[in-house]
């Protein structure tokens, strides 16, 4: 059997729906960041074993979990409240045989559908995350957008993760993703500041999904106009444009985050530190 893993903060809208995907599960946790709405109450409704944490980044708290929720079962099922557990992939998880140890985690391929109920099926930046693993032999890293690292073999899953990251209004997604520019340009100035280098080769051809993605962003984040480079890669590069208007719309939004990151950037970097020049890494 498996284990499931919900993180939530303030989630009474989305949580009912995620809980009732997942609702096959006898070993449901919901690792909560010290709600003050509804959802505590809606997770203790389902029988939900909820653990809290004060939220510091994303790969802390994830590894946290990881780490020291008492988990039933070997393999965990790690979803967000916005998501939802397909009957496809319902049905993949149920019948998967999950015995090699040579396996430390299986891909799954996510769903992201706009707000008008669109599936972006090209336009979304990448279809296919870690989320069924052993936690002994997984680990995250970067403050946000997390990267996953696997000890072992990775294969993939039949069945989509439904994912609906406009579920509650623009004005949520755009006040999150102001918060995500805030870290990523943190970890850019990190990089600056300690040197840190990039690898084009590992970028372009490391057989490791995780290793060539964290290259992949180092670089890419070098690059000038990075906004309409981002644009021009979700709407043209992956097709976009066969999403219609929300794909569209969806690439320009992505393009808009990316100049956030690059504003922020901007902005720490012109802050004098107010110690001597002997302090390094003080940004």
């Known amino acids: 059997m498996i284990s499931v893993l919900v993180l939530t903060k303030n989630e009474e ?11 096959w599960c006898d070993d449901i946790h919901v690792f909560d960041s010290f709600s003050d709405d509804r959802t505590l109450e809606i997770a203790d409704s389902t029988g939900a074993l909820v653990t809290q944490r ?3 980044n994303w790969s802390s708290h994830q590894n ?12 965990v099922l790690y979803i967000d409240a916005d998501e939802r557990v397909s009957p496809e992939l319902k049905d993949a998880l149920l019948r998967t045989r999950l015995m090699s140890d040579n396996i430390a985690a299986f891909e799954i391929q996510r769903r992201d559908f706009a707000w008008n109920g669109t599936w972006l099926k090209h336009a979304q930046m990448s279809p296919y995350y870690m989320r069924l693993f052993r936690p002994s032999k997984m680990r995250y890293e970067r403050l946000v957008n997390p990267i996953s690292i696997p000890n072992g073999d990775v294969l ?22 102001l918060g995500y520019a805030d870290l990523e340009a943190s970890m850019r100035m990190q990089d600056i500041n300690i040197g840190t280098s990039f690898s084009l ?33 979700l709407a043209i590069w992956r097709r976009g444009f066969l999403d219609g208007h929300a794909g569209m719309t ?12 690059v504003l922020k950037t901007k902005e720490l970097s012109s802050v004098k530190p107010k110690y001597s020049s002997s ?3 003080f940004f």
């Open 13 to 23: 809208q989305d949580l009912p729906a995620c809980l009732e995907s997942v609702s």
């Open 54 to 56: 004060k939220f510091d």
């Open 64 to 75: 946290w979990g990881l780490s020291n929720i008492p988990f039933k079962y070997e393999w």
């Open 156 to 177: 993939r899953l039949d069945g989509f993760l439904d994912h609906y990251p406009f579920s509650k209004g623009f004005r949520y997604w755009w006040q999150r993703h």
């Open 201 to 233: 080769q590992k970028a372009l051809f490391s057989k490791d999904f995780s290793e060539r993605r964290y290259h992949q962003k180092g670089i890419f984040y070098k690059m000038p106009g990075r906004p309409l480079i981002k644009w021009f890669y």
């Open 250 to 261: 969806y690439a320009l939004l992505q393009a808009i985050y990316e100049y956030f990151i």
């Open 279 to 281: 302090t390094k890494n």
